[in-house]
């Protein structure tokens, strides 16, 4: 019995030790989302490209290329950090996943202004330099439309930008 107290205790020491180090953190700058660029992207072939001409309605993508800038003056956004992880960016000043609203009468059930979040896959995955992919899982009604992407900032302040319209068919 006294081994298995020895053992729990040297296991606490260890993940206590282990599980408060930071230095991962301190290397790393933080940085700050000031922007986002949009684009439509056709994924109906063997590979995605970004697009003007009208596209399937069932491969439409969204892609976002993140603006950021390094924070100036740290001690202004508090304890908080930049990681990327999995591909993965979080910013010291916004939450990860956008707010999407539809423009135009997505489909009878979400007119215009609607917020459609629900109806993306977000995915990390590094294609045409975009930093983040929507990747809808519904497909809209057959006509021209546009999307507004919204990141919320821990500071009340918001990013948005829309698509160009685009044809979707």
């Given at each position: 019995m006294k081994t298995l107290?020895?053992?729990l205790f040297l296991s606490f020491i260890f993940f206590?030790?282990?599980?408060?180090?930071c230095?991962?953190?301190?290397?790393?700058?933080?940085?700050?989302?000031?922007?986002v660029e949009l684009v439509n992207i056709n994924n109906e072939g063997k590979e995605m490209l970004i697009s003007d001409d009208p596209i399937k309605k069932e491969a439409y993508v969204i892609g976002i290329k993140y603006i950021a800038s390094?924070?100036?003056?740290?001690?202004s956004i508090g304890n908080s950090?930049?990681?990327?992880?999995?591909?993965f960016i979080y910013f010291a000043n916004a939450y990860p996943e956008p707010r999407i609203?539809?423009?135009n009468d997505f489909d009878e059930d979400y007119p215009a202004g609607s917020d459609i979040s629900h109806l993306f896959w977000?995915?990390?995955?590094?294609?045409?330099?975009?930093?983040?992919?929507?990747i809808l899982k519904k497909a809209p009604?057959?006509?021209?439309?546009?999307?507004k992407v919204v990141f919320d900032c821990h500071n009340n302040k918001v990013i948005e930008n829309n698509t160009a319209e685009i044809e979707l068919y």
């Open positions: 107290y020895i053992y206590l030790s282990s599980s408060t180090t230095e991962y953190f301190d290397d790393n700058p933080s940085l700050l989302l000031i922007g390094e924070a100036v003056d740290k001690d950090f930049y990681v990327k992880h999995s591909n609203y539809c423009n977000f995915s990390t995955k590094d294609i045409l330099n975009q930093n983040l992919l929507l009604q057959k006509g021209i439309h546009s999307f």
